[in-house]
């Protein structure tokens, strides 16, 4: 898949096929996968060359969500078992303990609606 980015000049949304498996466990969603679509040394690598290299952090999603969970959510959507997600990092990503990793499903109404609005380019701001 191709990353779409988006954004303002403070964030880079990343909509690059990165998505979660969850399981609703009684009144608890977790996280049991985030899957990478990128093995190429695209946006998510935190080291800048392969999200699956074995010497750095690899995929920056994935270390942030199987680290965080669903803190680093600031969506809302009905639970889905693989839910598609967006992206953003502040902060560098070579440096995790510094940075923050924000996602949002894909098909987080209001997200989803700033999001083509956005990719638009026959709409004006």
Request: proline share 6%; with cysteine.
């Amino acid at each position: 898949m191709t990353d779409t980015v988006l954004g303002t000049p403070d964030l880079e949304w990343h909509n690059d096929g990165h998505t979660v498996t969850l399981r609703l466990n009684k009144s608890e969603l977790e996280v049991l996968e985030v899957s990478c679509p990128s093995d190429n040394g695209g946006p998510c690598a935190s080291d800048g060359r392969n999200s699956a290299s074995s010497d750095g952090l690899g995929c920056i999603v994935q270390y942030f969500i199987r680290r965080f969970g669903m803190e680093c959510n600031i969506g809302v959507c009905p639970p889905e078992e693989v839910m598609a997600i967006c992206w953003t990092i502040v902060g560098d990503k070579r440096e995790p303990e510094a940075a923050q990793l924000w996602f949002v499903p894909v098909n987080d109404e209001v997200f989803y609606a700033w999001m083509t609005q956005s990719s638009d380019p026959d709409q004006s701001s």
